[in-house]
């Protein structure tokens, strides 16, 4: 049963256009649209502030990895607050959910993996990883090596530095971003290079060779990779691409850094990407499914010899100066501990295992629609990549504003996800999803490409 309009819903969009700044979005196409404000959620539903009912396919933003609604989450948050709400990692402090949350992260993840920095997400995530880099070569006596390189469509967050690694025009443009020092090598688009597995994988590790050679192998501190690009399209490179880049970065002698900001805890199907091929990354950054998006946290993670790169070659008794007032916060860091057990004790994790055949069912399901190009998929994320013709692969032209318009026909079907501007649309349900929820997403998500196919202007196109 729809809930009642929120009584002030009105003065609540007037204050939104006058005052807040939302994230990635035209500021002035915002203020006149106007907002839409989610009023609560249960687990897999929402409830927008007009009480429109909606199966969010995307987890918030990649991220409500256990759904809305989880009370022992709450409960973990609140018995935090009251116990202690803040506390400071300067000074040699700590907290106790902190410092637990440190060692179940390196319990969890690769075993390369021994050392935690606990930030606020996951741009603060790759932030923290650039900057302890630059440390690391600066320590251990290679200063020269100070170039990045990242994967074309890559998302790495969008701080002053990450956004440059991110390779997405929005975050670069009027930034001056990408920086001298920040490279691209082509994605693993199998879609649309037409390459098949064997030769896409050995074309991303030529490119990365070649990019290396390019610069010189004394002057490229890392490669930084997601194990599928998220933000990018949901790009799903072929099983094993991860590992053959691991090896190559290994014998390159540059860092291999693994985002798994959006792939970790369960998304893809293991606790981490990672797992499924056995890569042992020299960095990881989480965030995103770490908290379930119910309070602020990311994680950087990092081997024993790039921790011990960095201090012992510090000065004696030098701080080294990266911090922020809340890192490991206490509260943040007791939410993802219950998060985390939820995953494994709740059987939230063992459920995503049970339930993704159904999603994929869902998606390849769409293959024959005349607008459906590509379904991609691994785990709990996926994606449908819409063409105006199958044969050639061709895209719709940006003029039709094709992208709002599946968002806006999903929205009024009941339906939340990620519809990207080149006509992809990226899905990421929550772990907690149930058979008879991945029905209802067909139903409404078939019915939103058919209304949008209907379109005269859209047929026209696909002449």
Not at 123 to 148: C, M, V, W
Not at 320 to 326: C, D, E, L, N, R
Not at 385 to 409: M, T
Request: glycine fraction near 10%; charge should be negative; proline fraction near 5%.
């Amino acid at each position: 049963m729809q809930s009642p309009a929120h009584p002030h819903l009105d003065a609540l969009v007037s204050l939104d256009r006058e005052h807040l700044i939302h994230p990635v979005a035209p500021w002035r196409k915002h203020e006149q649209r106007g907002v839409t404000v989610l009023e609560s959620g249960r687990g897999a539903w929402l409830t927008d502030a007009s009480g429109h009912q909606l199966l969010d396919v995307f987890a918030g933003l990649w991220c409500v990895n256990v759904g809305y609604g989880q009370e022992s989450v709450v409960q973990a948050a609140a018995e935090q607050m009251r116990k202690l709400p803040y506390a400071t990692g300067y000074f040699h402090f700590g907290s106790e959910p902190a410092i637990r949350l440190a060692a179940k992260l390196v319990e969890i993840t690769p075993a390369s993996l021994t050392r935690v920095y606990l930030t606020l997400g996951g741009s603060e995530a790759i932030d923290a990883a650039i900057r302890l880099i630059t440390q690391f070569y600066n320590n251990t006596g290679r200063p020269a090596k100070k170039h990045f390189i990242s994967l074309e469509r890559g998302y790495h967050g969008s701080s002053s530095t990450g956004s440059g690694l991110t390779a997405l025009p929005a975050f670069h443009r009027g930034f001056d971003m990408p920086l001298p020092t920040q490279h691209y090598i082509a994605s693993p688009y199998s879609y649309r290079t037409g390459l098949d597995d064997a030769a896409q994988i050995a074309a991303s590790v030529a490119a990365l060779r070649a990019k290396v050679a390019q610069l010189g192998a004394e002057n490229v501190a890392a490669f930084f990779c997601e194990p599928i690009q998220g933000s990018g399209g949901v790009i799903v490179p072929p099983k094993g691409w991860l590992k053959a880049m691991s090896v190559a970065a290994r014998e390159l002698d540059i860092l291999f850094v693994v985002d798994e900001v959006i792939t970790g805890f369960g998304r893809t199907g293991p606790m981490f990407a990672c797992d499924a091929e056995g890569v042992q990354p020299d960095l990881m950054t989480l965030a995103k499914g770490l908290t379930s998006g119910y309070a602020p946290m990311g994680a950087m993670l990092m081997s024993e010899a790039v921790y011990a790169g960095i201090a012992d070659g510090a000065p004696t008794g030098a701080a080294i100066g990266h911090g922020a007032t809340y890192s490991a916060h206490p509260v943040s860091a007791a939410v993802a501990l219950e998060v985390l057990r939820l995953y494994e004790q709740g059987g939230l994790l063992a459920n995503g295992h049970r339930v993704a055949p159904h999603f994929a069912a869902v998606l390849d399901g769409l293959r024959d629609h005349p607008l459906v190009g590509d379904s991609r998929h691994r785990g709990l994320l996926g994606a449908l990549e819409l063409v105006s013709d199958k044969a050639s692969k061709r895209g719709f032209d940006a003029a039709l504003g094709l992208s709002d318009r599946i968002f806006d026909a999903g929205y009024r079907n009941g339906l939340v996800f990620r519809s990207f501007g080149d006509h992809i649309l990226g899905f990421a349900p929550a772990l907690c999803f149930t058979e008879d929820e991945f029905a209802i997403m067909g139903t409404r998500l078939k019915k939103t490409l058919d209304e949008i196919l209907a379109a005269p202007d859209v047929r026209a196109a696909m002449k």
